[in-house]
Protein backbone atom coordinates (compact mmCIF):
# COMPACT_ATOMS: atom_id res chain seq x y z
CA UNK A 1 0.00 0.00 0.00
CA UNK A 2 1.72 3.83 -0.80
CA UNK A 3 -0.83 6.25 1.13
CA UNK A 4 2.44 7.99 1.31
CA UNK A 5 0.92 10.80 -0.68
CA UNK A 6 -1.84 11.56 1.17
CA UNK A 7 -2.09 14.77 2.81
CA UNK A 8 -4.45 13.53 5.33
CA UNK A 9 -2.71 11.02 6.53
CA UNK A 10 0.52 12.82 6.44
CA UNK A 11 -1.01 15.49 8.85
CA UNK A 12 -1.87 12.77 10.96
CA UNK A 13 1.20 11.19 10.95
CA UNK A 14 3.36 14.71 11.19
CA UNK A 15 1.49 15.93 14.27
CA UNK A 16 3.06 13.20 16.89
CA UNK A 17 0.32 14.20 18.75
CA UNK A 18 -0.65 10.28 19.44
CA UNK A 19 1.57 8.52 21.62
CA UNK A 20 1.27 5.04 22.17
CA UNK A 21 3.25 1.93 23.25
CA UNK A 22 1.61 -1.58 22.54
CA UNK A 23 3.00 -4.98 22.65
CA UNK A 24 3.39 -6.46 19.31
CA UNK A 25 2.71 -10.02 20.46
CA UNK A 26 -0.78 -8.32 21.60
CA UNK A 27 -1.17 -7.06 18.31
CA UNK A 28 -0.46 -10.31 16.44
CA UNK A 29 -1.95 -12.64 18.96
CA UNK A 30 -5.49 -11.14 17.97
CA UNK A 31 -5.09 -10.31 14.68
CA UNK A 32 -4.01 -13.91 13.92
CA UNK A 33 -7.98 -14.97 14.48
CA UNK A 34 -8.35 -12.80 11.20
CA UNK A 35 -5.72 -15.27 9.24
CA UNK A 36 -7.27 -18.40 10.63
CA UNK A 37 -10.72 -16.99 9.18
CA UNK A 38 -8.59 -17.64 5.78
CA UNK A 39 -8.01 -21.01 6.25
CA UNK A 40 -11.42 -21.80 7.77
CA UNK A 41 -9.15 -23.04 10.37
CA UNK A 42 -10.58 -24.03 14.18
CA UNK A 43 -10.46 -20.50 15.84
CA UNK A 44 -7.27 -20.36 17.38
CA UNK A 45 -5.21 -21.91 14.96
CA UNK A 46 -2.25 -20.03 14.95
CA UNK A 47 -1.65 -19.56 18.31
CA UNK A 48 -1.98 -22.71 19.23
CA UNK A 49 0.19 -23.52 16.58
CA UNK A 50 2.98 -20.96 18.19
CA UNK A 51 2.25 -23.08 21.69
CA UNK A 52 3.42 -26.50 20.22
CA UNK A 53 5.92 -24.89 17.61
CA UNK A 54 7.57 -23.32 20.63
CA UNK A 55 7.58 -25.78 23.00
CA UNK A 56 9.82 -28.40 19.55
CA UNK A 57 12.14 -24.74 19.20
CA UNK A 58 13.09 -24.72 22.68
CA UNK A 59 13.09 -28.74 23.34
CA UNK A 60 15.77 -28.19 20.68
CA UNK A 61 17.80 -25.41 22.17
CA UNK A 62 17.40 -22.88 19.33
CA UNK A 63 18.71 -19.82 20.66
CA UNK A 64 16.85 -16.49 21.68
CA UNK A 65 16.84 -14.85 18.92
CA UNK A 66 16.03 -17.74 16.46
CA UNK A 67 12.86 -18.71 19.17
CA UNK A 68 12.30 -14.97 18.48
CA UNK A 69 11.70 -14.90 14.44
CA UNK A 70 9.97 -18.26 15.54
CA UNK A 71 7.55 -16.99 17.53
CA UNK A 72 6.32 -14.76 14.78
CA UNK A 73 6.57 -17.22 12.03
CA UNK A 74 4.33 -18.81 13.41
CA UNK A 75 1.48 -16.66 14.42
CA UNK A 76 2.15 -15.03 11.30
CA UNK A 77 2.51 -18.15 8.92
CA UNK A 78 -0.55 -17.84 7.08
CA UNK A 79 -0.40 -14.01 6.17
CA UNK A 80 0.17 -14.45 2.65
CA UNK A 81 -2.74 -17.12 2.46
CA UNK A 82 -5.99 -14.54 1.48
CA UNK A 83 -3.57 -13.70 -1.96
CA UNK A 84 -3.64 -17.22 -3.66
CA UNK A 85 -7.86 -17.38 -2.16
CA UNK A 86 -9.27 -16.49 -5.60
CA UNK A 87 -6.98 -18.59 -7.78
CA UNK A 88 -7.46 -21.69 -5.75
CA UNK A 89 -11.57 -21.07 -6.45
CA UNK A 90 -11.31 -20.29 -9.85
CA UNK A 91 -8.89 -23.53 -10.40
CA UNK A 92 -11.34 -25.78 -8.16
CA UNK A 93 -14.86 -23.97 -9.24
CA UNK A 94 -15.67 -24.42 -5.29
CA UNK A 95 -15.16 -22.81 -1.86
CA UNK A 96 -11.43 -21.91 -1.47
CA UNK A 97 -11.72 -22.18 2.55
CA UNK A 98 -13.04 -25.39 2.67
CA UNK A 99 -10.49 -27.02 -0.10
CA UNK A 100 -7.86 -25.26 1.94
CA UNK A 101 -8.69 -26.91 4.91
CA UNK A 102 -9.43 -30.00 3.65
CA UNK A 103 -5.43 -29.55 1.51
CA UNK A 104 -4.28 -29.80 4.80
CA UNK A 105 -5.16 -33.09 5.74
CA UNK A 106 -4.17 -34.72 2.62
CA UNK A 107 -0.96 -35.50 0.75
CA UNK A 108 -1.19 -33.24 -1.91
CA UNK A 109 1.91 -33.76 -3.45
CA UNK A 110 1.26 -37.22 -4.90
CA UNK A 111 -1.38 -38.78 -7.17
CA UNK A 112 -3.64 -40.67 -4.29
CA UNK A 113 -6.98 -41.85 -3.45
CA UNK A 114 -6.97 -39.44 -0.90
CA UNK A 115 -5.78 -36.38 -3.27
CA UNK A 116 -8.30 -37.74 -5.58
CA UNK A 117 -10.82 -37.91 -3.06
CA UNK A 118 -10.31 -34.25 -2.28
CA UNK A 119 -10.50 -33.17 -5.87
CA UNK A 120 -13.74 -34.85 -6.07
CA UNK A 121 -15.26 -33.46 -2.51
CA UNK A 122 -13.43 -29.61 -3.39
CA UNK A 123 -14.12 -28.97 -7.07
CA UNK A 124 -17.92 -27.91 -8.65
CA UNK A 125 -19.52 -29.26 -5.70
CA UNK A 126 -23.34 -28.03 -7.77
CA UNK A 127 -22.17 -29.70 -10.57
CA UNK A 128 -22.91 -33.16 -12.51
CA UNK A 129 -20.61 -36.51 -12.44
CA UNK A 130 -19.48 -36.06 -15.39
CA UNK A 131 -18.21 -32.52 -15.04
CA UNK A 132 -16.80 -33.10 -12.10
CA UNK A 133 -14.70 -36.27 -13.69
CA UNK A 134 -13.71 -33.70 -16.18
CA UNK A 135 -12.50 -31.33 -13.19
CA UNK A 136 -10.73 -34.18 -11.11
CA UNK A 137 -8.84 -35.25 -14.50
CA UNK A 138 -8.37 -31.62 -15.69
CA UNK A 139 -6.74 -31.17 -11.60
CA UNK A 140 -4.70 -34.10 -11.54
CA UNK A 141 -2.78 -33.42 -14.75
CA UNK A 142 -2.50 -29.49 -13.92
CA UNK A 143 -1.42 -30.59 -10.38
CA UNK A 144 2.44 -29.49 -10.27
CA UNK A 145 1.77 -26.18 -11.86
CA UNK A 146 -1.19 -25.48 -9.61
CA UNK A 147 0.17 -26.49 -6.69
CA UNK A 148 3.31 -25.03 -7.45
CA UNK A 149 1.30 -21.11 -8.95
CA UNK A 150 -1.46 -21.14 -5.15
CA UNK A 151 1.25 -21.95 -3.06
CA UNK A 152 3.96 -19.73 -4.43
CA UNK A 153 1.67 -16.92 -4.31
CA UNK A 154 0.96 -17.31 -0.62
CA UNK A 155 4.75 -17.71 0.11
CA UNK A 156 5.92 -14.82 -1.80
CA UNK A 157 3.33 -12.84 -0.53
CA UNK A 158 3.13 -13.78 3.05
CA UNK A 159 6.96 -12.90 2.96
CA UNK A 160 6.81 -9.84 1.94
CA UNK A 161 4.36 -9.02 4.36
CA UNK A 162 6.67 -9.80 7.34
CA UNK A 163 9.31 -8.25 5.74
CA UNK A 164 7.33 -4.42 5.67
CA UNK A 165 5.94 -5.32 9.33
CA UNK A 166 10.00 -4.90 10.23
CA UNK A 167 10.47 -8.82 11.12
CA UNK A 168 13.52 -10.71 10.32
CA UNK A 169 14.81 -12.13 7.16
CA UNK A 170 14.42 -15.36 8.75
CA UNK A 171 11.10 -14.96 10.22
CA UNK A 172 10.07 -14.25 6.47
CA UNK A 173 11.98 -17.28 4.67
CA UNK A 174 10.31 -19.68 7.76
CA UNK A 175 7.68 -18.03 5.92
CA UNK A 176 8.57 -18.06 2.16
CA UNK A 177 9.04 -22.46 2.67
CA UNK A 178 6.66 -23.23 5.52
CA UNK A 179 5.02 -25.95 2.42
CA UNK A 180 8.33 -27.54 1.48
CA UNK A 181 8.79 -31.16 2.36
CA UNK A 182 11.99 -33.36 4.04
CA UNK A 183 12.19 -35.12 1.03
CA UNK A 184 11.93 -32.22 -1.68
CA UNK A 185 8.74 -32.92 -2.85
CA UNK A 186 7.29 -29.78 -1.60
CA UNK A 187 7.03 -25.70 -2.79
CA UNK A 188 7.60 -23.25 -3.93
CA UNK A 189 11.33 -24.57 -5.04
CA UNK A 190 11.09 -28.33 -4.39
CA UNK A 191 13.85 -27.95 -1.16
CA UNK A 192 15.35 -31.13 0.19
CA UNK A 193 16.23 -31.99 3.88
CA UNK A 194 18.17 -29.54 5.79
CA UNK A 195 18.22 -27.19 3.03
CA UNK A 196 15.05 -26.11 4.19
CA UNK A 197 14.89 -23.51 7.02
CA UNK A 198 14.58 -25.11 10.14
CA UNK A 199 11.97 -22.43 11.31
CA UNK A 200 10.10 -23.45 8.36
CA UNK A 201 10.59 -27.29 8.93
CA UNK A 202 8.61 -26.20 12.95
CA UNK A 203 5.91 -24.48 10.97
CA UNK A 204 5.17 -27.15 8.83
CA UNK A 205 5.28 -29.65 11.72
CA UNK A 206 3.20 -27.57 14.27
CA UNK A 207 0.44 -26.60 11.66
CA UNK A 208 0.18 -30.33 10.66
CA UNK A 209 -0.01 -30.91 14.67
CA UNK A 210 -2.97 -28.27 15.20
CA UNK A 211 -5.09 -28.92 12.23
CA UNK A 212 -4.99 -33.19 12.40
CA UNK A 213 -5.58 -32.46 16.32
CA UNK A 214 -8.77 -29.86 15.76
CA UNK A 215 -10.09 -31.58 12.68
CA UNK A 216 -9.61 -35.10 13.60
CA UNK A 217 -8.11 -35.77 17.04
CA UNK A 218 -4.60 -35.75 19.00
CA UNK A 219 -3.83 -39.37 18.28
CA UNK A 220 -4.53 -38.73 13.98
CA UNK A 221 -2.03 -36.23 14.92
CA UNK A 222 0.70 -37.91 16.19
CA UNK A 223 -0.02 -40.93 14.07
CA UNK A 224 0.09 -39.41 10.91
CA UNK A 225 3.49 -37.38 11.79
CA UNK A 226 5.05 -40.65 12.16
CA UNK A 227 3.47 -41.73 9.02
CA UNK A 228 4.93 -38.92 6.98
CA UNK A 229 8.21 -38.81 9.17
CA UNK A 230 10.95 -38.57 6.69
CA UNK A 231 8.29 -37.67 3.83
CA UNK A 232 7.22 -34.20 4.77
CA UNK A 233 8.27 -33.91 8.11
CA UNK A 234 12.12 -33.66 9.51
CA UNK A 235 13.05 -36.98 11.28
CA UNK A 236 14.62 -34.89 14.45
CA UNK A 237 11.58 -33.04 14.36
CA UNK A 238 9.33 -35.62 14.90
CA UNK A 239 10.99 -37.44 17.70
CA UNK A 240 11.17 -34.37 19.48
CA UNK A 241 7.60 -33.53 19.20
CA UNK A 242 6.84 -37.53 20.24
CA UNK A 243 9.02 -36.89 23.22
CA UNK A 244 7.32 -33.93 24.21
CA UNK A 245 4.01 -35.41 24.50
CA UNK A 246 5.46 -38.40 25.85
CA UNK A 247 5.86 -36.46 28.68
CA UNK A 248 2.31 -34.68 28.60
CA UNK A 249 3.60 -31.01 27.31
CA UNK A 250 3.13 -30.40 23.47
CA UNK A 251 -0.55 -29.15 23.68
CA UNK A 252 -0.67 -27.82 27.25
CA UNK A 253 -3.26 -24.99 27.09
CA UNK A 254 -4.03 -25.88 23.47
CA UNK A 255 -7.50 -26.00 23.54
CA UNK A 256 -8.38 -24.17 26.33
CA UNK A 257 -9.58 -20.37 26.98
CA UNK A 258 -6.22 -19.29 28.17
CA UNK A 259 -4.30 -20.70 24.79
CA UNK A 260 -4.12 -16.38 23.57
CA UNK A 261 -2.74 -15.59 26.92
CA UNK A 262 0.02 -18.70 27.23
CA UNK A 263 1.33 -17.41 23.78
CA UNK A 264 1.65 -13.98 24.74
CA UNK A 265 3.52 -14.61 28.11
CA UNK A 266 6.12 -16.66 25.88
CA UNK A 267 7.49 -14.12 23.63
CA UNK A 268 11.02 -14.88 23.73
CA UNK A 269 13.94 -12.22 24.68
CA UNK A 270 12.60 -8.58 25.57
CA UNK A 271 8.91 -7.80 24.44
CA UNK A 272 9.23 -6.19 21.47
CA UNK A 273 6.87 -2.61 21.63
CA UNK A 274 5.43 -0.77 19.06
CA UNK A 275 5.29 2.99 18.50
CA UNK A 276 2.51 4.77 16.55
CA UNK A 277 3.99 4.32 13.25
CA UNK A 278 4.60 0.41 13.81
CA UNK A 279 0.82 -0.17 14.54
CA UNK A 280 0.40 1.53 11.40
CA UNK A 281 2.17 -0.33 9.52
CA UNK A 282 0.72 -3.83 10.70
CA UNK A 283 -2.50 -1.85 10.37
CA UNK A 284 -1.55 -0.97 6.87
CA UNK A 285 -0.33 -5.39 6.22
CA UNK A 286 -3.95 -6.38 7.79
CA UNK A 287 -5.53 -4.63 5.31
CA UNK A 288 -3.80 -5.51 2.02
CA UNK A 289 -4.11 -9.04 3.75
CA UNK A 290 -7.77 -8.25 3.44
CA UNK A 291 -7.90 -6.69 -0.16
CA UNK A 292 -5.60 -9.34 -1.58
CA UNK A 293 -8.22 -11.76 -1.03
CA UNK A 294 -10.03 -10.79 -4.21
CA UNK A 295 -9.28 -9.48 -7.30
CA UNK A 296 -12.41 -6.92 -7.02
CA UNK A 297 -11.40 -5.87 -3.61
CA UNK A 298 -7.50 -5.17 -4.12
CA UNK A 299 -7.70 -1.46 -3.08
CA UNK A 300 -11.32 -1.85 -1.39
CA UNK A 301 -9.70 -1.13 2.61
CA UNK A 302 -6.92 1.39 1.24
CA UNK A 303 -9.46 3.14 -0.70
CA UNK A 304 -12.15 3.40 1.98
CA UNK A 305 -9.11 4.80 3.85
CA UNK A 306 -8.17 7.23 1.73
CA UNK A 307 -12.09 8.56 1.46
CA UNK A 308 -12.78 8.36 5.56
CA UNK A 309 -9.55 10.63 5.98
CA UNK A 310 -10.75 13.11 3.67
CA UNK A 311 -13.82 13.36 4.81
CA UNK A 312 -12.64 13.88 8.12
CA UNK A 313 -10.12 16.20 7.35
CA UNK A 314 -13.33 18.22 6.09
CA UNK A 315 -14.40 17.80 9.19
CA UNK A 316 -11.07 19.64 10.52
CA UNK A 317 -11.42 16.25 13.11
CA UNK A 318 -7.94 16.50 15.55
CA UNK A 319 -5.01 14.11 15.14
CA UNK A 320 -6.12 11.55 17.82
CA UNK A 321 -9.74 11.21 15.87
CA UNK A 322 -7.72 10.89 12.43
CA UNK A 323 -5.64 8.21 14.04
CA UNK A 324 -9.15 6.50 14.98
CA UNK A 325 -10.84 6.69 11.97
CA UNK A 326 -7.30 5.74 9.69
CA UNK A 327 -7.15 2.56 11.73
CA UNK A 328 -10.56 1.77 11.51
CA UNK A 329 -11.44 1.93 8.00
CA UNK A 330 -8.13 0.10 7.32
CA UNK A 331 -9.09 -2.67 9.10
CA UNK A 332 -13.24 -2.63 9.01
CA UNK A 333 -13.50 -5.41 6.31
CA UNK A 334 -11.42 -8.07 8.57
CA UNK A 335 -14.18 -10.27 9.46
CA UNK A 336 -14.83 -10.76 5.28
CA UNK A 337 -11.49 -13.59 5.39
CA UNK A 338 -14.20 -15.40 6.19
CA UNK A 339 -16.52 -14.91 2.85
CA UNK A 340 -15.21 -17.63 0.47
CA UNK A 341 -14.13 -16.36 -3.11
CA UNK A 342 -17.47 -18.46 -4.18
CA UNK A 343 -19.55 -15.67 -2.29
CA UNK A 344 -17.05 -12.81 -2.74
CA UNK A 345 -16.38 -12.91 -6.80
CA UNK A 346 -19.63 -14.50 -7.48
CA UNK A 347 -20.98 -12.61 -10.87
CA UNK A 348 -24.76 -13.48 -10.15
CA UNK A 349 -27.09 -12.27 -6.73
CA UNK A 350 -26.36 -13.96 -3.70
CA UNK A 351 -28.61 -16.60 -2.34
CA UNK A 352 -29.88 -16.11 1.62
CA UNK A 353 -27.32 -18.41 3.14
CA UNK A 354 -24.40 -16.84 0.96
CA UNK A 355 -26.12 -13.58 2.57
CA UNK A 356 -26.03 -14.56 5.97
CA UNK A 357 -22.11 -15.20 6.05
CA UNK A 358 -22.00 -11.68 4.18
CA UNK A 359 -23.92 -10.32 6.71
CA UNK A 360 -21.56 -11.62 10.00
CA UNK A 361 -18.18 -9.74 8.43
CA UNK A 362 -18.72 -6.50 10.69
CA UNK A 363 -19.01 -8.42 13.73
CA UNK A 364 -15.95 -10.35 13.15
CA UNK A 365 -14.51 -7.51 12.04
CA UNK A 366 -15.44 -6.45 15.75
CA UNK A 367 -14.56 -9.35 18.05
CA UNK A 368 -11.17 -9.71 16.44
CA UNK A 369 -10.20 -6.16 16.89
CA UNK A 370 -11.55 -6.49 20.49
CA UNK A 371 -9.29 -8.62 21.31
CA UNK A 372 -6.78 -5.63 21.59
CA UNK A 373 -8.06 -3.61 24.69
CA UNK A 374 -7.03 -0.62 23.22
CA UNK A 375 -8.28 -0.76 20.20
CA UNK A 376 -11.68 -1.06 21.67
CA UNK A 377 -13.05 2.22 19.54
CA UNK A 378 -11.68 0.64 16.78
CA UNK A 379 -13.52 -1.84 16.68
CA UNK A 380 -16.84 -0.60 17.68
CA UNK A 381 -16.41 1.59 14.29
CA UNK A 382 -15.20 -1.23 11.87
CA UNK A 383 -18.46 -3.52 13.57
CA UNK A 384 -20.64 -0.65 12.44
CA UNK A 385 -19.54 0.07 9.15
CA UNK A 386 -22.81 -1.37 7.35
CA UNK A 387 -25.31 0.14 10.16
CA UNK A 388 -27.64 2.63 8.46
CA UNK A 389 -29.53 5.68 10.24
CA UNK A 390 -33.28 4.76 9.75
CA UNK A 391 -32.03 0.73 11.96
CA UNK A 392 -32.39 -0.60 8.35
CA UNK A 393 -28.37 -1.80 8.56
CA UNK A 394 -26.69 -4.92 10.01
CA UNK A 395 -25.37 -6.81 11.75
CA UNK A 396 -27.13 -4.81 14.82
CA UNK A 397 -29.69 -2.64 13.28
CA UNK A 398 -28.24 0.59 15.46
CA UNK A 399 -30.31 3.51 14.63
CA UNK A 400 -29.33 7.35 14.28
CA UNK A 401 -29.07 8.03 18.25
CA UNK A 402 -26.49 5.42 18.31
CA UNK A 403 -24.22 6.21 15.19
CA UNK A 404 -21.49 8.56 16.15
CA UNK A 405 -19.46 10.89 13.45
CA UNK A 406 -17.09 8.55 13.00
CA UNK A 407 -18.89 5.76 12.97
CA UNK A 408 -21.02 7.43 9.86
CA UNK A 409 -17.68 8.46 8.47
CA UNK A 410 -16.40 5.01 8.05
CA UNK A 411 -19.56 3.60 6.39
CA UNK A 412 -20.16 6.58 4.17
CA UNK A 413 -16.62 6.34 3.25
CA UNK A 414 -17.29 2.04 2.34
CA UNK A 415 -19.82 2.84 0.64
CA UNK A 416 -18.18 5.21 -1.90
CA UNK A 417 -15.16 2.99 -2.10
CA UNK A 418 -17.46 0.06 -3.11
CA UNK A 419 -19.22 1.70 -5.55
CA UNK A 420 -15.78 3.40 -7.34
CA UNK A 421 -14.76 -0.23 -7.66
CA UNK A 422 -15.42 -2.94 -10.08
CA UNK A 423 -17.59 -5.86 -9.20
CA UNK A 424 -18.18 -8.94 -10.45
CA UNK A 425 -21.96 -7.89 -12.05
CA UNK A 426 -20.75 -4.25 -12.61
CA UNK A 427 -17.50 -2.08 -13.46
CA UNK A 428 -16.62 0.96 -10.99
CA UNK A 429 -19.47 4.07 -11.22
CA UNK A 430 -18.60 6.84 -12.47
CA UNK A 431 -18.52 10.00 -9.56
CA UNK A 432 -22.22 11.64 -10.75
CA UNK A 433 -23.29 7.97 -10.75
CA UNK A 434 -22.25 7.09 -7.17
CA UNK A 435 -23.38 10.37 -6.02
CA UNK A 436 -26.68 10.22 -7.27
CA UNK A 437 -27.34 6.68 -5.76
CA UNK A 438 -25.80 8.08 -2.38
CA UNK A 439 -27.92 10.70 -2.36
CA UNK A 440 -30.94 8.69 -2.51
CA UNK A 441 -30.08 7.51 0.78
CA UNK A 442 -30.13 10.92 2.42
CA UNK A 443 -30.62 12.02 5.13
CA UNK A 444 -32.91 8.77 6.41
CA UNK A 445 -30.12 6.13 6.03
CA UNK A 446 -26.60 7.99 5.36
CA UNK A 447 -25.79 11.38 7.03
CA UNK A 448 -26.48 14.60 5.41
CA UNK A 449 -23.21 16.19 6.35
CA UNK A 450 -20.66 13.70 5.92
CA UNK A 451 -22.27 13.40 2.33
CA UNK A 452 -21.31 16.82 1.93
CA UNK A 453 -18.24 16.55 2.95
CA UNK A 454 -17.81 13.24 1.01
CA UNK A 455 -18.69 15.63 -2.26
CA UNK A 456 -15.94 17.87 -0.87
CA UNK A 457 -13.26 15.83 -0.56
CA UNK A 458 -14.58 14.22 -4.07
CA UNK A 459 -13.92 17.15 -5.87
CA UNK A 460 -10.51 17.80 -4.42
CA UNK A 461 -9.62 14.44 -5.98
CA UNK A 462 -10.78 15.41 -8.92
CA UNK A 463 -9.36 18.69 -9.65
CA UNK A 464 -5.99 18.05 -7.66
CA UNK A 465 -3.74 17.19 -11.07
CA UNK A 466 -2.44 13.97 -11.31
CA UNK A 467 1.78 14.01 -11.42
FE1 LIG B 1 -17.95 -4.52 4.85
FE1 LIG C 1 -15.86 -2.53 3.15
Not at 48 to 76: F, K, T, W
Not at 117 to 123: F, G, I, P, R, Y
Not at 296 to 311: C, D, K, N, P, R
Request: a negative charge.
Amino acid sequence: MNMQDSPELQATLSTGEVKEQLALSEVITALSFALDLTEDAVPGHAVRSCLVGMRIGRQLGLQENQLHDLYYALLLKDIGCSSNAARMCQILGADDREAKRRVKTVDWTRISVDGLKLAWVNSLPEAGALQKVFRVVELGLGRERNNAEVIGLRCERGANIVRRIGLSEQCASAIYSLDEHWNGKGYPDHLRGEAIPLLARILGLAQHLDVFATDLSRERALVTMVERSGSWFDPELVRVAASLYRSGNLWTGCGTPEERDLVMEMEPGQLAILGTDQVDQVCEAFADVVDAKSPFTYHHSVGVTEAALGIAHQFGLNAERRQLIYRAALLHDLGKLRVSNAILDKPGKLDDEEWKVVREHPLLSQQILARIPSFAPIATIAGRHHEKLDGTGYPFGLNASQLSLDDRIVAMADIYGALSENRPYRAGLPPERILSIIGADIPHKLDHEVFEALKRFMLSQHSTPQS
